[in-house]
């Protein structure tokens, strides 16, 4: 192991694999349909880097520029919006096929519905997603920020009228003062992680999360671009495992793309629990002190686990620099490639898969995960700049430089 980053390549496949045609194809075109009703909706772009490939001796980098998503600068809306969605055709006895925008949105399901308050903890984008569904429905939400969350994401996320504060907890104990207020006050919690127990809205969660691996899917196909490797940052894990779970139904397990998820070391659950191997989860505790703040969440989302556990090859954890690196290198091209503005959360893979190449220490995890001049990338940058100031200071003023 070298200068802070750890890998471990997953073992943890036994058995039949978690199914997960949930996530593929064909349940997506569904999820889609129901996102494409929304006014403003658009497949976000997907950014071929030529000239970043070339340079850094990979066969192809393709970038999904999630800014780009709804205007609300993140890919996380997706989940909300669609588990809302499915809570309410649940609720009313249909099915979500007839819910569209117009009608979830409309008079008739307001009236039949009552009022509604729903409730979230998030580090900002999961919360701005269910705000801003909220707001169009008509209906409240109320959302706890982790201490130390960005102002400009809790402005963000008032902004759409919801009820949002910083408090003084972690993530995950935010996450429980959610859960504890829905039941004290029969609110509808929608939290993007689930647990034993509590997986109808997690599981919707990751199911709109596919309308983005589709739009990929779709857009990489059209390019001809074949994956090779696909890179997938994780907070909790629903999106990583939402979009492998994708991966995996459209090419076959044997066949799909080498899934890499990539993890702050201050926040690497779900490494931690690959690394363990014994069948049980791994948390982590404490401040989780990293600048990728969608990230840093300790406990990992069971549903999307086991989908990991059985459908992704490498674990790994790394420190906030790779990060920082990839913001600079996504916002300052080569000639002849697109920018993309990209956050913390956001640059990550990219970052890690730049150093990767490029560090001549890493070389052994080059090796290990099997990337050379043949390979070709998907990474997924999930957020713009959603804490302007602190994108400034990095990409700007150069903080956190690499080591
Ligand atoms: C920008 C961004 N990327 C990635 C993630 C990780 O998603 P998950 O928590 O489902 O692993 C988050 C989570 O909030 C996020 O905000």
Request: hydrophobic share 40%.
């Amino acid at each position: 192991m070298s200068e802070g980053f750890q890998a471990v390549r997953n073992t943890q496949k036994r058995g039949e694999p978690y199914p997960v045609k949930r996530f593929g194809p064909e349940n997506a075109g569904k999820v889609r349909r129901f996102h494409a009703s929304f006014p403003g909706y658009q497949a976000t772009p997907l950014v071929n880097l030529e000239g970043l490939a070339r340079e850094l001796g990979l066969g192809g980098v393709c970038v999904k520029d999630e800014s780009r998503r709804f205007g609300l600068n993140a890919f996380k809306v997706l989940g909300g919006s669609y588990a809302m969605g499915s809570y309410i055709a649940r609720r009313l006895g249909m099915r979500i096929e007839e819910l569209s925008y117009e009608a979830m949105t409309g008079e008739e399901v307001r009236r039949r519905l009552g009022e509604v308050t729903f409730v979230t903890a998030t580090d900002g984008n999961h919360g701005r997603g269910v705000a801003w569904t909220a707001n169009r429905l008509g209906q409240k939400a109320v959302v706890y920020m982790p201490k130390g969350s960005a102002p400009e994401r809790l402005r963000n996320i008032q902004a759409l009228g919801a009820e949002a504060s910083i408090t003084d907890l972690n993530y995950d104990d935010a996450v429980r003062l959610a859960r504890e207020n829905a039941a004290r006050y029969g609110w509808v919690l929608v939290q993007d992680t689930a647990w034993e127990g509590y997986k109808d809205i997690p599981g919707w969660i990751m199911e709109g999360y596919t309308t983005m691996a589709l739009e990929a899917a779709e857009q990489m196909q059209a390019g001809g671009f074949r994956p090779t490797h696909i890179f997938l940052q994780a907070g909790v894990g629903s999106m990583a495992g939402a979009v492998a779970g994708f991966f995996a139904d459209l090419y076959g397990e044997g066949e799909r793309p080498v899934i890499t998820v990539v993890e702050p070391d201050q926040a690497d659950c779900l490494f931690r629990t690959a690394q363990a191997g014994d069948g049980r989860l791994h948390f982590v505790s404490g401040r989780m002190d990293t600048i990728m703040a969608g990230l840093a969440c300790g406990e990992p989302c069971t549903l999307s686990w086991e989908v990991l556990r059985d459908h992704a090859d490498h674990f790994v954890s790394c420190p906030d620099y790779v990060a920082a690196q990839g913001m600079r290198i996504l916002s300052s091209p080569l000639p002849g490639d697109e920018r993309v503005i990209s956050g913390e959360s956001g640059a990550a893979t990219l970052g890690f898969v730049a150093e990767v190449m490029r560090n001549e220490k890493l070389a052994w995890l080059r090796r290990q995960l099997c990337l050379d001049k043949d390979s070709r990338v998907l990474c997924i940058s999930t957020e713009g700049a959603t804490d302007r100031e602190n994108y400034q200071k990095i990409v700007w003023d150069g903080l956190y430089p690499g080591i």
